[in-house]
């Protein structure tokens, strides 16, 4: 009993040691042999280290030192600090590691620039999203950027945004603007790939559709779809009547078929399909402790 207590903390520690392991992969494989700078403090490190030859791994380390320890006083003490502390020195150290053994490719798999920054995006991206999902952090920017949003209020993006684009226009000036360039086209590229990974590509669309066929349209996405549908109440804003909304959530590849099915039922309905990061509970992936 007391294992499967445990077992929710210790799936999380594993995802977080993991994603820092593929995190410092993607930066010794492709980005740092391609000279492109990765974001927050780890770019910082890189453009250290091409000046003055000091560890990458070490200068990480140090970075985030100070945003570690105001990580602990204002995001959550205990819980954030050990999970940030470890996809920090993982990191850190597989970085700095990587170079003392001669059988991993020290200078990258390819010359092309622009495939480096596509997978080293990719691999970085799949680190990031590990981290996230078990409830870590890996330091350095994510850090700032949760700390100015909770007690200055500035979203996590602007945060973001700022703090890569100093990087990325510091690397311009060490490492060419080429590189910059391709430097924040990976630097996009992972963040969609760490969201991806962090959500498990799990988005669903979801359906408003008003129709005075109400029970026919409801009863064919149940029958046919076996989807739930709810009903809501709403009043037209121009004739000021009631009107019945149904709602309703599908996958991606079911939104045809709804289509067909409200065609079929109701041609005069008015129907919106939006799109959602993620559906839990009946009929999708089950609601459980994140």
Aim: proline share 3%; net charge positive; charged share 15%.
């Amino acid at each position: 009993m007391k294992l499967k207590r445990l077992w929710p903390s210790l799936l999380d520690y594993l995802l977080v040691a993991i994603g820092a392991l593929i995190q410092a992969v993607g930066l010794r494989m492709f980005l740092v042999p391609a000279d492109l700078a990765s974001g927050g403090i780890s770019g910082v490190s890189q453009l250290v280290n091409h000046l003055t030859g000091w560890p990458i791994g070490l200068m990480i380390l140090v970075g985030n030192l100070p945003l570690f320890i105001l990580g602990w006083r204002l995001l959550g003490g205990r819980r954030f600090a050990m999970r940030t502390a470890l996809a920090v020195i993982v990191y850190s150290l597989i970085t700095d590691l990587w170079t003392w053994f001669a059988f991993l490719p020290q200078n990258g798999l390819t010359d092309d620039i622009l495939l480096n920054a596509l997978y080293g995006a990719v691999v970085s991206g799949i680190g990031y999203g590990l981290v996230y999902r078990g409830q870590g952090t890996s330091g350095g920017s994510d850090i700032l950027a949760r700390i100015l949003n909770r007690w200055r209020g500035v979203s996590m993006s602007q945060s973001y945004l700022a703090v890569d684009g100093l990087v990325v226009l510091s690397a311009g000036f060490v490492f060419g603007w080429k590189h910059a360039l391709y430097a924040l086209v990976a630097i996009y590229v992972s963040g969609l790939v760490a969201e991806t990974t962090m959500e498990g590509g799990r988005s669903v669309r979801t359906a408003l559709i008003i129709t005075a066929q109400v029970k026919g349209v409801s009863r064919q996405i149940m029958d046919n779809m076996e989807r739930g549908v709810t009903l809501l109440q709403g009043t037209g804003g121009y004739t000021g009547q009631d009107r019945a909304v149904l709602y309703c959530v599908v996958t991606r590849s079911e939104v045809a078929q709804l289509k067909a099915i409200v065609h079929e039922a109701d041609p005069l309905a008015f129907m919106v399909i939006g799109a959602a990061h993620e559906a839990l509970g009946e009929g999708f992936q089950p609601l459980e402790r994140p």
